[in-house]
Structures are given as C-alpha cells and as structure tokens.
C-alpha cells in the first residue's frame, strides 16, 4: 500500500472520528429526548429506548400548556436579543472595521476595544445592574440587546476588519476617482464584496449572543425577558426533573442556529478563510 492511499485513509478516518465525537451528544440528547421517564432511571443505563415517546415536542409547541408557554416566551426571546443584537453590532462594527482597515484609525483603540471582552463578565454585572435598575429596565430584553451589543461589537469590528484588510483596494480607488463618496463606496463597492465576511461575523455572532447565559440569568426573572438558555435550567429546577423535557428543550434550541448555519455553511467558510490571507 502506497504513502498516498495511507494518507487518505488517515484522514477519512479522522474525519469519521470528529463526526462521531460531534454528533453522539447530539444523538444521545435526542434519545434522551424521547425516552420514558422508566428508562431515563433505569440502571444500568440503556442507550436505546424501551418505547419511543414525542409527546414532550408536542407539549413545548403547545401555548395552552405550561412547558409550551414557557419554552415559546423563552425561544421569541432570543431570538429578538440574538438577533437585535446582532443586527445593531454588525450596523456599528462594519463602518468601524472600514475606518480602522482603510482610514488608518489607531489600532490602540481597537485593542482597548477587544481588552473589553477579555474581562470576566462578572466583572461588569454591578455597574451595568446599577444603571439598568436606575433607570427601570431590568428584566426587559432591550437591556439584553444593549448588552449583547456591546459584547459583540469588537469580535464583530475584529473580524470584519480582517477581512477588509484582504479586499482589493483598487477598486475602491477607482470609486473615489469617479467622485463616489466614501459612504457610497462603502454600501455599493466594500459591502458587496464583503458579503462572505459579513455572513460570517453574522452567524458567529448570533451564535455568541444565542448561548450566552450570565447577563440573562441575572438581568432578567420572568417570562417577559427569560431567554432559552435561562429557561432550559428553570426546566431542570424543582423537586422532580423530567430529564427528557430537558433535552427536548436542548434539541429544540439547537434547530434556529443550525438552520441558519446549514443555509450559510458556504458563507461561513469562505468569510472566515478569506480573513486569514493576505496579499
């Protein structure tokens, strides 16, 4: 057997192993998800189910049903901080990364910017719960919007800016030449080119504001503000635990983020590989 044929085999057995280590938790959640509550407690552990039972599904999508009203709230609530705050971050950090990768602004203050999230979060939750409750806006999901922006504003400006940095210059010469403006310039000649990266940092970001769980934990206490990644450890609170509504919450809050990932997986890929090349 040839170098080549072991290489190849070497690496389509690498890749059946990351596969392997990446979705078993994912099948198990999911077994898990549709077992009785016999088999969760039963020991020794059976990985495949007695009976299979999807009625938790149905309770979660059900208004009329506590669970149902719960996980619904929990799931319209991240996904507008998600999403509003990555919509505000990517408003902010776009022209920002622009001016640091083309305008030559000091890089010290894109370094004071990332130092910001260096930081341990707690160290933030004082002042930032001071103000809020000064100025009556606890347990809200604006004040979840207001922090996750701030959170994602220099990743957000960081990777963009990588990627700006690889853009073609010359064709924003030759805008400049014809008497564009820099703002024209920026929406109809860097953003088109840019589409990859922005689709990127977009994704990464929902993604960051989607899982983040201190800030909602502390910043909210109720249906009104609760986000998914607070609501999944109201579930497992109590007395009893139904261990499969747990996971049943857990596969049903990985499906916007992998949806979204599934229809941008080219963008992603091509953002992200686009940023670390240049020249």
């Not at 919450?249 to 240049?278: D, N, Y």
Request: proline fraction near 5%.
């Amino acid at each position: 057997m040839n170098r080549s044929i072991k290489y190849s085999i070497f690496l389509y057995a690498t890749a059946v192993l990351v596969t392997l280590f990446t979705l078993l938790p994912l099948v198990w959640i999911f077994l898990m998800s549709i077992s009785s509550p016999h088999d969760l407690t039963k020991a020794p552990l059976e990985w495949i189910p007695s009976e299979f039972d999807f009625s938790r599904y149905g309770r979660l999508v059900d208004l009329d049903n506590g669970s149902g009203e719960r996980f619904l709230s929990a799931l319209r609530n991240s996904l507008m901080t998600a999403g509003g705050a990555t919509f505000i971050a990517l408003l902010v950090a776009v022209p920002a990364a622009y001016a640091f990768s083309r305008r030559n602004a000091s890089m010290a203050l894109l370094f004071a910017f990332l130092a910001t999230i260096m930081m341990p979060p707690i160290t933030y939750i004082l002042p930032l719960y001071d103000i809020f409750s000064q100025f009556g806006m606890l347990n809200s999901t604006t004040t979840l919007i207001i922090v996750y922006s701030a959170m994602l504003l220099p990743f957000a400006t960081w990777l963009m800016k990588s990627n700006i940095d690889v853009l073609p210059v010359e064709v924003e010469h030759a805008a400049f030449m014809e008497g564009a403006s820099t703002l024209f310039t920026l929406r109809r000649v860097v953003l088109p080119l840019a589409r990859p990266a922005i689709a990127a940092t977009a994704i990464l970001s929902f993604l960051v504001a989607w899982d983040e769980f201190f800030y909602a934990l502390i910043f909210t206490n109720d249906l009104t503000a609760k986000t998914l990644s607070v609501a999944i450890a109201d579930f497992s609170a109590g007395r009893v635990t139904d261990y499969g509504v747990v996971a049943a919450v857990g596969v049903l809050a990985t499906l916007p983020p992998a949806f979204l990932a599934i229809c941008f997986q080219k963008f992603i890929v091509s953002g992200l590989v686009a940023g670390s090349v240049k020249g």
